[in-house]
């Protein structure tokens, strides 16, 4: 019997709805709940519970009991491996249905939330279940009377505050390396999202994770993330998002105590095509779906394409058909490439920097328009706009929406400082044919990712992270552990 498709399945969908607080499923203790709306059609999908201070401060207290006792903390690292593993089977057997909650919190496509999101939101895990007792100390050059070495220690208790892009897949990315070197963790998801890690959870739970180890407490970041990142059980927030939040939580770290801040901040990226990049056609996809997959909201867009004079007419005749073939369809539909905007805020906030660039003079050669508005959804056409100066808004500030920016140079020289001319500094790319301008832009390039005739051409075996205003703290890879832990160094005095 063929399996039902997505829509059909929707009906005999459980809905997670409730907070996972010191090993049990629970409520709002004031019973608050907040509506969590689909993008897919503008209707509410189910009522979550809206985490209050005094919910927080249980999550946390409870997730401080179980780092002091240990029961976590000092399992050895066969034990935490095999716990991660069977976390990872049992996301494993439950793909389908956190695909489609996944599906219906965003508005992204079906086919993405299925092949990309929830395969790597497994993979991390299973990763940093492989990695985690891969982590070694070192033995310092001590005199013949003392032993002298170091070894990474737990930091305690982790809050991580993940987007509502990839909900489960940037979760994963704190969860995962914070629970391998032995910390308990408090999630708070986006409001926008909270379905997946809400099943996480529960799932957690059912892998045999002790109770208090995994904590998710879903509400207002105004709310529910400010009282995590006050918290004085919480020694470190890991976070990514906005850079207006990200300096508020710099401020609380200062007000509550000291705890240690990881932040990705999302970036300006520009992708820069050379008249000898070695496959136009390559590249002209690669400027397409850099900047429109996941409708544009993904913090490595590259929302900037620099194309040197020569071929840009060529060029960008190149990408504006790939970007034709993006039409905006129903999430849930398997053949949907492009789907709807997380939010109606969201929408109105990319329309409206549409509207901007307009009024500043650039030339719209595509899209720009709300579309399917019959189904109550938010959409939004991909949309390019030519001409942009260096100090229109396209130019400079982050939409997370589905829009592209195109300009113009001629050399190496003006290539980089356009590049470069942005607060923020998370990835960069470039196409050329020239090893040595490869090398020399890929140093030039102020950018913590950088990909040279490729576009997020990486895994989670490389770092992750920006410069500038893009953040600090690094995500994936090994060296995401030792973020987690305090680095103890110990001399023994031999008699």
């Given amino acids: ?65 179980a ?221 397409a779906w850099g900047v429109f997959y996941n409708q544009g909201e993904v913090c490595t867009a590259a929302s900037r394409l620099l194309v040197e004079a020569s071929i840009k007419e060529d060029f960008l005749e190149r990408v504006v058909a790939v970007a034709r073939g993006m039409v905006p369809g129903d999430p849930l539909d398997p053949d949907t490439v492009f789907g709807a905007m997380v939010s109606e805020r969201q929408m109105n906030t990319a329309l409206s920097y549409i509207a901007k660039a307009g009024e500043q003079g650039a030339r719209r050669v595509l899209g720009g328009e709300r579309v399917r508005r019959e189904t109550g959804g938010f959409y939004v056409e991909p949309t390019i706009f030519d001409g942009l100066e260096p100090d229109h808004v396209l130019a400079r500030e982050e939409v997370f929406g589905p829009v592209l920016g195109v300009q113009t140079f001629t050399g190496f020289d003006q290539a980089m400082a356009l590049a470069n001319d942005t607060v923020y500094g998370l990835a960069a790319g470039l196409w050329t044919a020239d090893v040595n301008r490869a090398l020399k832009g890929a140093r030039a390039l102020k950018a913590g990712l950088v990909w040279v005739n490729g576009w997020d051409a990486c895994d989670i075996t490389m770092p992750f992270g920006g410069f500038k205003q893009s953040g600090f703290g690094r995500d994936r890879s090994l060296h995401a552990l030792h973020k987690y832990a305090d680095l103890k160094s110990v001399s023994v005095t031999l008699r």
């Fill in 1 to 65: 019997m063929n399996a039902p498709s997505p829509i059909d399945a929707i009906s005999t969908l459980a809905l997670p709805g409730r907070a996972v607080i010191d090993g049990a499923l629970v409520g709002a203790a004031s019973g608050a709940t907040f509506d969590n709306v689909s993008p897919r059609d503008g209707k509410i999908l189910n009522r979550v519970a809206a985490c209050q201070a005094e919910d927080v401060a249980r999550a946390a207290a409870g997730a401080r009991a």
């Fill in 67 to 287: 780092f002091e006792d240990g029961r976590w903390r000092d399992q050895g690292p066969r034990a935490k491996k095999a716990a991660l593993f069977r976390l990872a089977e049992l996301m494993t057997r439950d793909a389908e249905e956190l695909a489609l909650l996944e599906s219906l919190d965003t508005g992204k496509p079906i086919r993405d939330a299925r092949a990309v999101d929830i395969p790597l939101a497994i993979g991390t895990t299973r990763w940093y279940a492989e990695a985690l007792d891969k982590v070694y100390g070192e033995v310092g050059a001590s005199p013949i009377d003392r032993l002298s070495y170091a070894v990474h220690e737990p930091l305690g208790v982790i809050g991580a505050i993940v987007p509502w892009n990839f909900p489960l897949h940037m979760a994963m990315w704190k969860v995962a390396p914070a629970l391998a070197m032995g910390n308990s963790v408090v999630l708070k998801p986006a409001e926008q999202s909270p379905m997946t890690a809400l099943k996480l959870g529960e799932l957690a739970l059912e892998a045999g994770l002790p109770a208090g180890v995994l904590n998710v407490v879903p509400g207002l970041g105004g709310v529910a993330g400010e009282a995590l990142a006050l918290s004085m059980d919480v020694d470190m927030i890991a976070f990514t998002g906005s850079g207006p939040v990200g300096r508020r939580l710099m401020e609380y770290s200062a007000r509550s105590n000291l705890k240690r801040i990881s932040l990705e901040l999302g970036g300006k990226s520009p992708q820069v095509v050379f008249a000898d990049c070695p496959d136009l056609d390559a590249a002209a996809q690669a400027a």
